[in-house]
């Protein structure tokens, strides 16, 4: 039978141990042992109980008034009908806090054993220094190394990867500047793959700020050099082709019902997806309720893209034919086109992945925008890039190297206590990984003027313009006037006008006109409303299309009794084109607290397209604390939009004493002649002492 700790994790236990065991009684300690016991009954699962027990020791040794010496040690065993699987972590740190520099030495391993596959073995350390001098003429500097290892226990290993990490920066302040500098460098290697890739960034900046004229003018102005040099041998596959990872750069992820055109508070960064986690979901899910949808967007850098793979924590193989995505694709990450409708897809039940064929795009910009998706939850852990290369040779080596500099100047200059100006300039040059050059300059001007509390004016110019090799030079500008206003103490006024233009190649494209007043004023002492008006005038030179816009949006709240407060909005836009269409949306919300122990919420919510109803959505909560040991909610969710979509659900927990804790929730449902249903128990114990 396979051991459970090999050589190299039993030498570090028994170290922890003995360190333990020497360590003066007056060390600290804390102990804990947790237990957990869940039951999960689904319509299409059987019924499945899993147990997991868990005990973890941590010390605490203050060696001396500079020096401390920490452990732990993290014992696990979780049952399933599969079979066991069995852990030990142990781990050790040392560190020096003094006067002239930190050091942190710290080292981990760890060992799983499975009943139904073979084991896998993890290794670690890592060395941190800093200098801690306060000196102002002496540099601050920075330095560390790490390495570890994972393989399986195969006779063959399947799994078999080392890393080695290496950091070193340098920040100084020499009053009058500032000047920083970092280098990285990764080396990652797959013996089973024999595939390697070393990746090395360099980041060097200059900068330096200062006040003159009474602090009437301040300036600032820095300079910015990074480097990013990518190696990788990639080994040829039994196609005759290499898969090689492409870099991400940036991932953004939410739900918008307007996906060709994206605006900077509709997704959010989404750092998780491309944490080289495959096992932990990253907090987006499908649940079959696609309005408005779902968007992944992932910035390429112009990189060649043939495969995207998105990740799922369980196997949806069985979910995957519900699913149908569509392609996007943006220069500039606002303004998309959809590439592609219902693009295929393969899932890949063993890698629990979605595999998505591109055909090689180069894109600084792609969107993955879930239109259908299945009843049933489908959480999302990862998202990778990959480039298809077809070699007759047994390695594709590839190096990049892309480099950028970057200038930027700030200027701000107050004429008096209410008159001031400010600008910003940016350039930035350098070319992309694909080896493809670009220019960008972005600056920003804006004169503020506040006679007084009550009244506000700025007049704003901002120009964007991008030259990406082989494409047109792109520029944005707009113009911008703002006034903002309280005739009353309970009455904000705002007036916007703005014109936005769009060039290729000094060629104008199209401009864009807009304007707005915003309005909000506490009516009543329990009523306050906000009202906005905004006209918009599109036109495309080429085509010769102009396109009016009327919109309007009334948002009403009122605490009716002081447990109860509702909110109405109500959001109309009217477009005049080609083809004149007009849209209103509605949405009425309610929150009644009862007591301490009992609440309400309601909210419903309506869409009209053409004065025909479209879609109607409807959520009731209620949320209960009989004790307080106990809580639980009942909650019904409606929506109707192609399809009518209901689901029940109820959530709760009961903490049966400070040792035992139990909770439950289930869920049913239903979408035309389609069901399911999931319902989910767990007890968990956990004791813990010094």
Do not use: C
């Amino acid at each position: 039978m396979e051991k459970l700790i090999s050589r190299g994790g039993a030498f570090l236990l028994a170290v922890y141990l003995l360190l333990a065991g020497l360590w003066p009684v007056g060390a600290a300690a804390e102990q804990a042992l947790t237990g957990r016991w869940t039951h999960l009954k689904g319509k299409d699962l059987d019924s499945r109980d899993d147990y997991a027990l868990s005990y973890t020791l941590d010390h605490r040794q203050e060696l001396t008034e500079v020096m401390n010496l920490r452990g732990s040690l993290r014992y696990s065993r979780q049952w399933r009908e599969q079979g066991y699987t069995e852990g030990v972590d142990p781990s050790l740190r040392f560190d020096v806090n003094n006067d002239l520099f930190l050091l942190d030495i710290q080292g981990s391993a760890g060992e799983q054993r499975n009943e139904y596959e073979v084991g896998r073995s993890r290794r670690n350390w890592g060395v941190n220094w800093s200098s801690a001098w306060q000196e102002r003429w002496l540099p601050r500097l920075r330095l560390s190394h790490a390495r570890d290892y994972a393989f399986d226990h195969h006779t063959i290993r399947r799994m078999d990867t080392t890393g080695e990490r290496s950091r070193a920066g340098v920040s100084w302040d020499l009053r009058l500047f500032q000047v920083h500098y970092n280098i990285n460098r990764n080396l990652n290697r797959n013996k089973v793959t024999l595939g390697e890739t070393t990746t090395t960034n360099q980041l060097a900046r200059f900068e330096t700020a200062g006040q003159f004229w009474d602090r009437r003018l301040s300036l600032g102005f820095s300079q910015q050099y990074t480097q990013n040099r990518n190696e990788t041998v990639t080994a040829v596959g039994a196609g005759g082709f290499a898969l090689i990872r492409q870099n991400i750069a940036q991932v953004l992820s939410g739900r918008d019902d307007t996906p060709l055109v994206t605006d900077d508070d509709e997704l959010v960064s989404t750092p998780l997806l491309i944490d080289g986690d495959l096992e932990s979901p990253a907090g987006i899910y499908t649940d079959g309720i696609d309005t408005p949808p779902l968007n992944i967007a992932v910035r390429m850098d112009q990189r060649r893209v043939d495969q995207l793979f998105l990740y799922t924590e369980e196997d949806a193989a069985g979910l995957s034919g519900s699913f149908v995505v569509d392609l996007y694709v943006s220069p500039n990450g606002t303004d998309y086109t959809r590439l592609v409708t219902n693009l295929p897809f393969n899932y890949d039940a063993t890698e629990r992945r979605f595999e998505f064929d591109l055909g090689g795009l180069s894109q600084q910009w792609l969107k993955l925008v879930v239109t259908t998706s299945p009843l049933p939850r489908v959480d999302f852990t990862e998202i990778e890039a990959y480039e298809r290369v077809t070699s007759a040779d047994a390695f594709v080596a590839r190096e990049e190297r892309p480099e950028s500099y970057l200038s930027d100047l700030n200027l701000a200059y107050r004429f008096s206590s209410t008159l001031g100006f400010t600008y910003n300039i940016s350039l930035e040059s350098g070319d992309y990984a694909s080896g493809q050059e670009f220019d960008r300059r972005n600056q920003i001007a804006q004169l503020r003027w506040v006679p007084n509390g009550r009244v506000s004016s700025s007049l704003g110019f901002s120009e964007n313009s991008e030259e990406i090799e082989g494409n047109p030079e792109s520029v944005n500008r707009q113009y911008s006037a703002r006034v903002g206003m309280a005739p009353l103490p309970t009455m904000d006024m705002s007036l916007g006008l703005s014109r936005s233009e769009r060039y290729e190649e000094s060629e104008l494209q199209s401009t864009n006109h807009e304007a707005g007043l915003y309005t909000t004023a506490a009516l009543y002492p329990d009523l306050d409303a906000n009202l906005d008006l905004t006209w918009a005038r599109f036109e495309q030179e080429e085509v010769d299309q102009v396109r009016d816009s009327l919109g309007s949006r009334l948002g009403l709240t009122a605490r009716l009794v002081p447990r109860l407060t509702a909110d109405l909005i109500v959001d109309y836009r009217h477009q005049r084109a080609a083809q004149d269409s007009e849209a209103l949306d509605s949405t009425l919300t309610l929150n009644w607290r009862v007591s301490d122990l009992l609440s309400f919420m309601s909210s419903a919510g309506k869409k009209w397209q053409e004065w025909e109803p479209t879609q109607e959505s409807l959520l009731l909560r209620m949320t209960m604390a009989p004790t307080d040991t106990i809580q639980f909610s009942l909650s019904y969710q409606y929506n109707e939009d192609t399809e009518t979509t209901n689901r029940y659900s109820v959530n709760g927990s009961w903490a049966i004493d400070r040792l035992l804790t139990f909770q439950a929730n289930a869920s049913y449902t239903e979408r035309g002649e389609v069901s399911d249903w999931q319902a989910r128990t767990q007890l968990t114990a956990r004791f813990a002492g010094r």
